[in-house]
């Protein structure tokens, strides 16, 4: 039988019929096995697969049916518009993250030099994001993982980005007593009984990257607490944190001393990101 691209497409999205977007799935599997864009896909619909192509198509098919994310079937993410690589040892970078890449940037000097601090870096996505806006900043991301390290310094040599440097370290324990001028993270914020858990990407995704004790605020109490001896004076330090969890991370940033304390909202309007000045 001859599958061409039209004919693959439609079966394989009839298939991914349990997926929000079992078209755009299918589409960016097979872009992935025949290495070609979106429009090449529309121009050449009567293209006919490989036999090989064919199998290795319906080989990831069988896996995002089973639950598999798309990025990590196909290895790749964008954020911030930049292309990474993501593997299994990194959470999956989403939009709703950017939200903390543009409040960085809002708070960083246009000219002259700063340092700035990203823990729990993961795929680099943070990080990368911001050194790519400003190329005078000094970026120091850390990872308790070296699986998640090498990926994201990976990521920083595909994109070229010679001014991040990366260390191993679960939170402050890569700086010692060093500051910057601003610190960024989205550590694990969600607790151990969560059903979300269980469904959609997540489940594929490494547990000690998502989850944290106390109700998801373990991990964020511990960088709340030690920031202001790694920040300068008038440094910032800007945080994701779970929907329901504004309350209580604004809390933990007025007990650190942190003023200007001030919850953004994502592309959905959930509270998802919390900031604070150091005195």
């Known amino acids: 039988m001859i599958h061409t691209i039209k004919h693959t497409l439609t079966t394989a999205a009839q298939t991914l019929n349990d997926s929000d ?7 960016v599997l097979l872009r992935h096995v025949l ?7 529309i121009a050449y619909a009567e293209q006919a697969l490989t036999d090989t192509q064919y199998q290795d198509f319906q080989q990831l098919l069988q896996q995002r049916q089973a639950g598999v994310p798309i990025a990590y079937l196909v290895g790749e993410r964008e954020f911030w518009s930049l292309p990474l690589r993501v ?6 970078p989403r939009a709703d993250t950017e939200l903390i890449v543009e409040l960085a940037l809002q708070r960083l000097p246009t000219t002259g030099t700063a340092t700035v601090f990203d823990l729990g870096t993961g795929s680099g996505a943070i990080a990368l994001a911001i050194a790519h806006e400003c190329p005078h900043c000094h970026v120091i991301a850390s990872d308790r993982s070296p699986e998640a390290l ?11 980005l010679t001014q991040v440097q ?4 679960d939170w402050f324990q890569a700086f010692h007593d060093e500051q910057a001028h601003l610190i960024v993270s989205n550590p694990p914020y969600i607790a151990p009984d969560d059903p979300h858990l269980q469904q959609g990407d997540v489940r594929y995704e490494p547990h000690t990257a998502l989850v944290a004790e106390t109700e998801g605020l373990d991990d964020l ?4 607490q030690h920031a202001p001896a790694h920040l300068q004076p008038q440094g910032w330090l800007l945080v994701e944190h779970g929907y329901q969890q504004a309350t209580a991370v604004q809390t933990l940033f007025t007990a650190a001393h942190f003023q200007q304390v001030e919850t953004y909202q994502d592309l959905n309007g959930q509270d998802r990101v919390t900031v604070g000045q150091r005195p």
């Open 166 to 169: 990366f260390r191993q370290g």
């Open 221 to 224: 109490r511990q960088i709340i």
């Open 150 to 160: 090498a990926v994201a310094q990976h990521n920083a040599q595909q994109l070229q």
């Open 87 to 92: 593997t299994e040892a990194t959470l999956i």
């Open 35 to 41: 290495h070609c864009s979106r429009t090449h896909l």
């Open 21 to 27: 977007s079992p078209r755009i799935d299918a589409e």
